[in-house]
């Protein structure tokens, strides 16, 4: 294994992606490559892009999407990522090249992709970041630590889906703009996914004072982690949040409840004891009826509906038949009386929705 001081004029032009936002790049720095490195989830790593595929931009700390050009180099972080609608990638087994599976800065090797995408955009390891004493940074370093305790438990909700591109985000948002325009200030999380910051940038633009999520916590992404982990750390953003002086608080998990971690997540006590309202999000009238069962046979009580469907009349329709829950589209969901009904539990939602009517 070598191990060498990273030139700070290097650094400071390699384009430093979204994931990473967390890391001081005025500190001194290193890489260490070799035979023997085997990459961890969420070490840190500058690369070379090597050719361009699916991802033409990266995502920067600060949100913009610069384009990429071979030669470039990235820091980006070592993860893995399930994403029906995009890539299956596992942490490659040295480091060889690789690919660039998420906008947002991740490097894995890519296992399936959707028909749809391209073939990735491949990276040429260049080497690990260290500390200046030759520790490899890794994800974990730059997360929020323990939270200050606080005996305040702000009204929670929390967010699940069918799947990808169910309409989760918009489900949040939306309900974050409500409670924001009720005058409560608003905390939010997205507590599993894959780095990237388009989703948090949605939510402080909806209305949200405090935004966080588990790239804060010290993950690239939650997939084949360990549920533990992932637990843990949604224990920890919720905490951050609430230790803000938050009024509300809106929780997202990604992906649908067939990804084994969010199945895991929800099956836990611990998250359960989190939140007092769960709304679902689903694509068609199917997913929501499956969804709702789903979850009512794990015990988990569903207050609405919401998401991709409700932008069909129709398909509102036949899930309505079907369900003897409400059904609100994101700009009701957007309406001060109903997200705050939504979380006052004392606040009938038939009444709330009925003022709105």
Request: aromatic fraction near 4%; include cysteine; charge should be negative.
């Amino acid at each position: 294994m070598s191990i060498q001081t990273l030139d700070p004029h290097r650094l400071r032009r390699a384009k430093t992606a979204y994931t990473v936002r967390n890391l001081d790049t005025t500190a001194a720095l290193g890489l260490t490559w070799g035979a023997d490195v085997r990459p961890r989830h969420g070490d840190l790593v500058l690369a070379s892009v090597k050719s361009i595929g699916q991802h033409t931009r990266l995502e920067l700390t600060t949100g913009r999407r610069a384009t990429l050009y071979v030669g470039d180099e990235v820091i980006v972080a070592y993860g893995q990522r399930y994403a029906p609608d995009q890539f299956e990638a596992v942490l490659p087994v040295d480091l060889g090249p690789a690919d660039l599976v998420a906008a947002g800065g991740m490097i894995s090797t890519m296992v399936s992709k959707h028909n749809s995408v391209s073939m990735p955009t491949r990276l040429l390891p260049v080497g690990l970041l260290t500390s200046a004493d030759g520790a490899v940074l890794n994800m974990s370093d730059l997360g929020v630590g323990e939270p200050v305790p606080t005996l305040h438990r702000p009204p929670t909700a929390l967010v699940v889906g069918t799947s990808m591109n169910a309409g989760k985000t918009t489900t949040v948002a939306s309900l974050i703009r409500g409670l924001a325009g009720a005058g409560l200030r608003v905390g939010a999380a997205k507590l599993t996914g894959t780095g990237a910051g388009g989703d948090p940038w949605l939510f402080r633009d909806a209305g949200a004072a405090e935004v966080l999520d588990f790239t804060d916590g010290g993950l690239c992404s939650t997939f084949g982690i360990g549920n533990e982990q992932i637990l843990e750390t949604a224990l920890r953003l919720h905490g951050h949040l609430a230790a803000r002086a938050v009024d509300a608080i809106v929780l997202e998990v990604a992906d649908g409840l067939l990804f084994p971690e969010t199945a895991g997540l929800l099956e836990r006590p611990e998250l359960r004891r989190l939140f007092d309202v769960l709304l679902f999000a689903a694509g068609d009238a199917a997913g929501a009826l499956y969804g709702v069962s789903r979850l009512r046979a794990s015990g988990l009580p569903v207050a609405a509906v919401s998401g991709k469907l409700t932008a069909s009349p129709l398909a509102v329709r036949e899930a309505a038949a079907n369900l003897d829950l409400p059904i609100y589209s994101p700009a009701e969901l957007a309406e001060p009386l109903l997200a705050n009904g939504l979380l006052d539990l004392s606040t009938p939602l038939v009444e709330a929705a009925e003022q709105l009517a």
